[in-house]
């Protein structure tokens, strides 16, 4: 890992600790936050041995130690923010708290991934993705051989308020990037962790229609979630890549504006004839390996449509175990 590793003090009492990640420019984010509370870790990177050494340097350039982590918050189940959660248990005995289905990733990770890498595959192939859509993140799988279970987890849950550091952080479920996402808010303070529900270069699209079933309406529930946000108007807003955000108002509205010009390119593209959400991605995107970019613009299509099938102007043609879209109007003959 050639990135450097990044402590910054945000506030006082919170700091920023980003771990270098290949392919990911600004890594991932482990924030500590310490007062008269319990000394806290929001979220807990990937699990890998580079991770463990990153974090103890990060923690003692910020003048503290893995021994003095009391307590490890995480904001959803993807891998490469919980993976070190166990590892920081038979550290330092630090007590987990999380929601409920991420506590169940954690007591069989391996079992939960692979579950939900193979319902992503048989989604995708629905809408016509190739195999090697998935394919770089079934590879990742390699990663879990050094995930720890976590068997015991204090579950968290909408509305509850735990201490962390100075901090009084009241728990909100807000699912959107993934179907586990919550949010950390002391409201007083008017500081949030929001983990991968917003950052700077967030597409705001569900990862895969947030891997739940194809009837739900993940990316509606998404934006009205981020609505929430950028109406609180936080002051500092603690993310799980890049910088912390001083005006999540500004940074939703600029994304929601890009996410809205997509939108109206992709219902440019329909028509009478029903097409795949890959061919359609394809159209939008016609260069770059579908290994590397793939799933990231089948989602951000599926989004789209999702849209615009609530806004009338898209329709989805259900064809055996294939799923098509088409303008919403007139039907063509023999469909």
Not at 63 to 91: N, P
Not at 205 to 228: D, I, N
Request: proline share 8%; hydrophobic share 45%; charged share 20%.
């Amino acid at each position: 890992m050639d990135q450097p590793l990044t402590v910054e003090e945000l506030a006082p009492g919170i700091t920023r600790i980003a771990l270098p990640v290949p392919g990911i420019d600004d890594g991932v984010n482990v924030h500590l936050l310490r007062g008269g509370g319990p000394t806290t870790l929001v979220d807990a990177a990937m699990p890998v041995v580079p991770h463990e050494a990153a974090l103890a340097a990060g923690l003692a350039a910020a003048g503290a130690a893995v021994a003095d982590v009391e307590q490890v918050l995480l904001t959803h189940h993807h891998v490469d923010h919980v993976g070190l959660a166990g590892w920081l248990v038979e550290a330092a005995g630090a007590t987990v708290r999380t929601g409920a289905r991420v506590a169940e990733v954690l007591a069989d990770p391996r079992t939960a991934y692979e579950r939900e890498l193979d319902w992503g595959e048989r989604h995708a192939g629905r809408h016509d993705a190739p195999p090697e859509v998935l394919a770089s993140t079934r590879g990742a799988l390699a990663v879990l051989d050094g995930f720890r279970p976590v068997a015991d987890v204090v579950p968290l849950a909408e509305g509850d308020v735990v201490p962390a550091g100075d901090l009084e952080l009241e728990v909100l479920e807000r699912p959107g990037h993934s179907p586990t996402d919550v949010l950390l808010r002391d409201g007083a303070a008017a500081v949030a962790a929001v983990g991968d529900h917003l950052f700077a270069t967030a597409p705001l699209t569900p990862v895969l229609g947030s891997m739940v079933a194809p009837g739900a309406r993940p990316a509606v529930a998404y934006l009205a979630a981020l609505a929430e946000t950028a109406a609180r108007g936080d002051r500092l807003v603690l993310t799980g890549h890049g910088p912390a955000l001083r005006d999540a108002g500004a940074t939703i509205a600029a994304r929601r504006e890009r996410l809205d010009r997509r939108t109206a390119r992709i219902a440019a593209l329909l028509g009478p004839e029903p097409r795949s959400g890959w061919a359609i991605a394809r159209e939008l995107w016609p260069s770059g390996p579908a290994s590397a970019y793939g799933l990231t613009r089948l989602a951000s299509v599926l989004a789209s449509l999702e849209l615009l099938e609530d806004a009338g102007t898209a329709r989805r043609v259900d064809a055996g175990d294939r799923v098509l879209w088409a303008a919403a109007g007139p039907r063509p003959t023999g469909e």
